[in-house]
């Protein structure tokens, strides 16, 4: 049972880690206060409901993924409601899933997901547990333990199930074949390059030309309409001035928590299990251990836990409810370094040994910063959400905004001209962007609704000037107008020279005799598989696209990304064979249709489930 338990615990601790990676990339908590969302509904599905708290931590996890996925991305232009629509449907998705999970049996025990949290390292300080870690990590996103744990339980229940569907998977070799047809593939093909950068530096242009392009093509060189704004901006950071705690408060929530912080002892236990020994057997083990001999090497040469016998039989830490009973009572009794007699359990016969202990102190020396950051941080959720109330009242139908903040001592301030494509600082976020160019602030002048930019940030924007589009003239855009010429002219004459050379290779001569007549680069490629990283990407897509070659060679021209025209003959197709695979060549192809077929599986399910449900949003 031990033994189970424990592998079970490491086959899901990699899915613990990453979910409370996602914890901490959740936003700030002052949101929480503002709107009531930990209690307000915003999704119900099959009557379950789905709190808009819920649904914003979510976002914000969607964000930091987007965000790590595309370095140098501006965060502003990460908009929480462009990923919301995406978001509620993978809320829909993974609440199906579960809720099946439960009505076929399936769950995960509170103790299971407590003894993953003790082990995990982003709640731990030098390699162990802290409850002081963990509790402001969660307070900090607005969870209770209870509605955490529960969080944890959901995620593990949708794992249990998404890998149960993909284990139940198998492949046939057929399929084997079939995708070994295809990815073992190998081509042989020639190109030829015809550089457009020589053309385009060889175009000479007339001023008579650039006059005309000009006037023909007017309506690209126009500004785009535009408007400054004046704006009043309400964060935490403008709030934390003159804000302090005293002596006296911090004494009075320090026993405020003390008189529910759980400061239980947890113990460090080893054992050595045998299953079913004889009476012989377990004398002469407590021969040995009455005798003094090492506890870990004992647990190796006896103990038929494999899972902790090669560790001399470290079992982690307890708070007194992981293991059974009988244990739990023979392993309160030691003292550390201490063993134990025979002990019997469901498992079979333990000999127990007290590693450590550890208990979770509370004192307010060690304890007074974090709570002085924690009373700092509710004076300014206090007054933000005080200020921001005020600022809704005061720019509803303000004539200025510097009033508004002179009233609220916060500072208005003006932007940069910008379009409807943005600008530089607020006006790169698309909530100020939309409202700035909407037909209350642009037409009607009156001051926008507070917008919230997310991070606890909040901003009332109203017009200070509007700026119509206009007609560029000539010698403004002279230079854009002159490479846009230039590159027109370029792209005819490419195409003339590349037709050419494309009708020459159809009409049957071969891509390196056309090269080497008109001074071009040609290449070839034999035996090439379409994930081949050392040849032209963009050729080897072409290739791999034409049709099998009959009697002579497939000809294709193409332009390539840069303004390049390619010609590629493509001379010869060979399938792949699964019979020349490699038996590790093999498995990575069967493991790789495997988890394709898998995916697939989950998602089929998954969409059946969506279908059939009861969705409110």
């Known amino acids: 049972?031990?033994?189970?338990?424990?592998?079970?615990?490491?086959?899901?601790?990699?899915?613990?880690?990453?979910?409370?990676?996602?914890?901490?990339?959740?936003?700030?908590?002052?949101?929480?206060?503002?709107?009531?969302?930990?209690?307000?509904?915003?999704?119900?599905?099959?009557?379950?409901?789905?709190?808009?708290?819920?649904?914003?931590?979510?976002?914000?996890?969607?964000?930091?993924?987007?965000?790590?996925?595309?370095?140098?991305?501006?965060?502003?232009?990460?908009?929480?409601?462009?990923?919301?629509?995406?978001?509620?449907?993978?809320?829909?998705?993974?609440?199906?899933?579960?809720?099946?999970?439960r009505e076929q049996g399936m769950g995960i025990s509170t103790k299971t997901v407590s003894e993953l949290l003790i082990e995990t390292p982003s709640f731990q300080t030098d390699g162990r547990f802290d409850q002081d870690v963990y509790q402001y990590a969660i307070r900090q996103q607005g969870y209770t333990s209870a509605t955490f744990i529960?969080?944890?339980?959901?995620?593990?229940?949708?794992?249990?199930?998404?890998?149960?569907?993909?284990?139940?998977?198998?492949?046939?070799?057929?399929?084997?074949?079939?995708?070994?047809?295809?990815?073992?593939?190998?081509?042989?093909?020639?190109?030829?390059?015809?550089?457009?950068?020589?053309?385009?530096?060889?175009?000479?242009?007339?001023?008579?030309?650039?006059?005309?392009?000009?006037?023909?093509?007017?309506?690209?060189?126009?500004?785009?309409?535009?408007?400054?704004?004046?704006?009043?901006?309400?964060?935490?950071?403008?709030?934390?001035?003159?804000?302090?705690?005293?002596?006296?408060?911090?004494?009075?929530?320090?026993?405020?928590?003390?008189?529910?912080?759980?400061?239980s002892v947890s113990r460090q236990a080893a054992h050595i299990l045998l299953t079913d020994p004889s009476v012989e057997v377990v004398a002469d083990i407590q021969t040995k251990l009455d005798a003094g001999e090492d506890f870990s090497a004992l647990a190796k040469k006896y103990s038929e836990d494999v899972g902790s016998a090669d560790t001399g039989g470290d079992l982690g830490y307890s708070s007194g409810d992981t293991f059974p009973e009988s244990f739990e009572t023979a392993l309160a009794a030691l003292e550390v370094g201490q063993v134990s007699s025979a002990v019997q359990t469901d498992s079979g016969t333990h000999f127990i040994k007290l590693l450590n202990t550890q208990v979770q102190s509370f004192?307010?020396?060690?304890?007074?910063?974090?709570?002085e950051q924690e009373l700092l941080a509710e004076q300014v959720d206090n007054a933000m959400v005080e200020k921001l109330e005020m600022l809704k009242e005061l720019s509803f139908n303000a004539e200025t905004l510097a009033v508004v903040a002179a009233d609220l001592d916060l500072t208005a301030q003006v932007s940069?001209?910008?379009?409807?494509?943005?600008?530089?600082?607020?006006?790169?976020?698309?909530?100020?962007?939309?409202?700035?160019?909407?037909?209350?602030?642009?037409?009607?002048?009156?001051?926008?609704?507070?917008?919230?930019?997310?991070?606890?940030?909040?901003?009332?924007?109203?017009?200070?000037e509007s700026i119509s589009a206009r007609q560029k003239e000539l010698p403004e855009v002279r230079t854009e107008v002159e490479n846009a010429l230039r590159a027109v002219t370029a792209q005819q004459i490419i195409a003339q020279q590349g037709g050419d050379l494309l009708a020459s290779v159809e009409g049957g001569e071969t891509v390196e005799a056309v090269a080497k007549a008109?001074?071009?680069?040609?290449?070839?490629?034999?035996?090439?598989?379409?994930?081949?990283?050392?040849?032209?990407?963009?050729?080897?897509?072409?290739?791999?696209?034409?049709?099998?070659?009959?009697?002579?060679?497939?000809?294709?021209?193409?332009?390539?990304?840069?303004?390049?025209?390619?010609?590629?003959?493509?001379?010869?197709?060979?399938?792949?064979?699964?019979?020349?695979?490699?038996?590790?060549?093999?498995?990575?192809?069967?493991y790789a249709t495997d988890s394709i077929n898998g995916s697939r599986l989950v998602q089929a399910y998954q969409a059946s489930l969506v279908a059939g449900a009861e969705i409110k949003q």
């Open 150 to 263: 529960e969080m944890v339980k959901e995620d593990l229940l949708i794992q249990q199930v998404v890998q149960g569907m993909i284990a139940t998977n198998f492949v046939t070799q057929a399929e084997l074949g079939a995708l070994a047809g295809l990815t073992e593939q190998t081509r042989d093909y020639y190109y030829l390059t015809l550089p457009i950068a020589p053309i385009m530096s060889a175009v000479q242009l007339g001023e008579d030309q650039i006059e005309g392009y000009y006037q023909q093509n007017k309506s690209q060189y126009q500004t785009d309409d535009q408007v400054v704004i004046d704006y009043i901006e309400l964060n935490a950071g403008l709030l934390t001035a003159g804000k302090s705690a005293t002596p006296e408060q911090i004494k009075a929530r320090f026993e405020q928590e003390a008189e529910s912080v759980d400061t």
């Open 1 to 101: 049972m031990l033994d189970n338990f424990r592998n079970n615990m490491r086959g899901i601790a990699t899915v613990i880690v990453v979910l409370i990676g996602g914890i901490f990339a959740f936003s700030g908590t002052g949101s929480l206060f503002l709107s009531g969302a930990a209690v307000e509904t915003e999704l119900v599905v099959n009557d379950e409901q789905v709190s808009a708290l819920r649904i914003q931590q979510a976002i914000g996890v969607e964000k930091r993924r987007i965000l790590s996925e595309n370095d140098g991305l501006d965060p502003a232009l990460v908009d929480d409601e462009l990923i919301r629509p995406s978001v509620v449907q993978q809320m829909i998705g993974r609440k199906v899933i579960a809720q099946s999970a």
């Open 416 to 464: 940069s001209p910008f379009s409807r494509a943005g600008g530089d600082g607020v006006a790169a976020y698309p909530a100020v962007i939309k409202a700035a160019f909407s037909s209350e602030v642009l037409d009607d002048n009156y001051a926008s609704e507070v917008l919230d930019l997310g991070d606890d940030r909040y901003i009332v924007i109203k017009l200070n």
């Open 518 to 590: 008109n001074d071009l680069d040609w290449q070839v490629a034999l035996g090439v598989k379409r994930n081949d990283r050392t040849v032209n990407p963009e050729v080897l897509n072409l290739a791999f696209q034409l049709q099998m070659p009959a009697e002579k060679a497939v000809v294709e021209g193409f332009y390539a990304r840069n303004g390049d025209y390619v010609v590629a003959a493509l001379q010869q197709v060979i399938e792949g064979d699964v019979a020349r695979l490699s038996k590790a060549e093999k498995a990575s192809l069967m």
């Open 363 to 371: 004192d307010l020396a060690e304890e007074s910063a974090r709570i």
